[in-house]
C-alpha cells in the first residue's frame, strides 16, 4: 500500500524557496531513482512542502537516509525550529474524508429587529412618555 511523505521547510534567515531552488531538482531526482510514484512541491508564505508517495515504508527509509537528502534537510534555513518530516500529506492539504458540517453556533439564530423604529427626526418630549407622576402627598 503506498503512502504520502511530506517535508515541510520554513523560512528561517534566508526564504525557503531559496532552498529549495538549490535542492529541489536533486530530491527529486532521487525520489525518482529509488521508487518514488508521485510527488509535488507546494509553496506557501511560510515555506515549502515537498511531498512524495512511495510504495512502502522501506522505500522511504531508503530514500530519506540517503546522504544526499539528509545534506539536503541539514541545510534548510533554520536549522532549530524550521523542519519537519512525517507520514502523510502536509502543509494546507486538508481532511483526506469531508468534515461533517457542524451545527450553528447559537442555534443559528440571528437577531429579530425590534417591531418599532425610532426616528431621530421626530422630535421626542418628557411629557409624551407614559411616566408614572409623584403624588402630590410626597414629602420628605
Known sequence: ?????SIEVFDG???????????????????????VTDWSWHRHTWGVVFEVCFDD????????NLPLVRAALDA???PLTGLIVYRGRGGSSGASFPRKPRPLVGS???ALPLPWTLS???PMSVSS???PRPSP???R
Open 129 to 131: 412618555l407614559d411616566l
Open 108 to 110: 443559528g439564530s440571528a
Open 13 to 35: 534567515a534566508s526564504p525557503a524557496s531559496i532552498w529549495a531552488e538549490a535542492y529541489g531538482d536533486a530530491l527529486m531526482e532521487t525520489a525518482i531513482t529509488n521508487g
Open 57 to 64: 515504508e522501506a522505500c522511504w527509509e531508503r530514500f530519506a
Open 76 to 78: 534548510v534555513p533554520d
Open 120 to 122: 431621530l427626526d421626530e
Open 137 to 139: 402627598c410626597a414629602t
Open 1 to 5: 500500500m503506498s503512502a504520502w511523505y
